[in-house]
């Protein structure tokens, strides 16, 4: 069974949130508002080439995760995580590309992630803050509530980084005291409502869950009338539409099935192709062509 997205993300946010008072609801909100707000915001955009194929959102959120710390067994963003200051956060777009927030120059990061990342079909945008500071003020937030405060109020981080809090109440004053009694702090945004109740909420990178991703186990791939061999330590497997991935001796999936061509691991690098097609030599045997061949190390990573 699929793991929801709504599931996963409230997963995600109650393991960030631990140690909260329980007379709260906590959940992170990436709302309909925070996306539209940052539509105008993102730039930098890379050209689109023609006739190419784009490459997955969720696979740059994979090698940005990488960047900062993740490895196979857990993919995604958390708190003691290596993050460097300009990072304020990263959602997918209505062009359905990734869009990395920054705060500082855009043009310069763009340039260190294009080389860090493997590539460029991703967007940019402006953050307001780093996610250090928010994380920093997400823990202070978390101890002013629980010493400070026992009514009901949700919380979420949007896409610019600020961090929305919605207080039950009748009248704003609740708000005016709640930043003067419990906490404030300049990325904060308050709103009131009569009840409060779990926001709608959506995964950063909206595909299937990274952990269903890697947790699954798919067939070998298919070579010389049999399974793929084990080489450099990994093997080739692949999904019901014919994705090349890899996984280890063990069968642990560690890059998702997402090439359309492949070849075994040698020296620590494959070579790949997300677009390509197979030939026949004659009968029995046949060769892959296509004209986007690269090399990928065992993240999954482009690399020269």
């Not at 309909?32 to 105008?40: D, L, N, P």
């Not at 509530?145 to 610019?160: C, E, F, M, Q, R």
Request: net charge negative; charged share 25%; aromatic share 12%.
């Amino acid at each position: 069974m699929r793991i929801s997205r709504v599931s996963m993300t409230v997963a995600f946010v109650i393991l960030l949130l631990c140690g909260c008072s329980k007379s709260y609801k906590d959940v992170v909100s990436y709302s309909g508002t925070g996306y539209t707000e940052q539509k105008h915001e993102e730039e930098n955009f890379a050209p689109d080439e023609e006739g190419a194929v784009q490459e997955p959102a969720w696979t740059y959120f994979e090698r940005l995760s990488y960047l900062f710390g993740a490895d196979s067994t857990c993919v995604g963003m958390t708190d003691d995580m290596n993050f460097p200051e300009w990072y304020s956060g990263c959602f997918v777009n209505d062009r359905d590309r990734l869009t990395i927030n920054v705060v500082g120059d855009t043009a310069k990061i763009r340039d260190i992630l294009a080389q860090q990342l493997g590539g460029n079909e991703f967007d940019l945008g402006i953050g307001v803050c780093s996610i250090n500071e928010q994380i920093k003020t997400r823990r202070l937030l978390r101890e002013a509530i629980a010493k400070k405060y026992n009514g009901d109020l949700t919380s979420g981080t949007n896409p610019d980084g600020t961090i929305s809090i919605c207080i039950q109440g009748n009248n704003d004053s609740i708000i005016s005291n709640f930043k003067r009694d419990v906490f404030d702090a300049p990325i904060l945004r308050f709103t009131l409502a009569y009840t409060i109740g779990l926001i709608t909420i959506s995964n950063p990178v909206d595909h299937d869950s990274q952990e269903e991703r890697h947790s699954k186990r798919y067939p070998a791939f298919q070579f010389d009338n049999g399974d793929d061999y084990v080489v450099d330590g990994m093997y080739r497997i692949v999904d019901d539409q014919g994705r090349i991935g890899y996984a280890d001796e063990k069968g642990n999936t560690v890059i998702i099935p997402r090439f359309k061509c492949a070849f075994p691991f040698e020296n620590g690098k494959a070579k790949v192709a997300d677009t390509g097609e197979k030939r026949q030599y004659d009968s029995e045997h046949w060769y892959w062509e296509s004209n986007g061949w690269y090399y990928i190390d065992k993240t999954g990573r482009k690399i020269d």
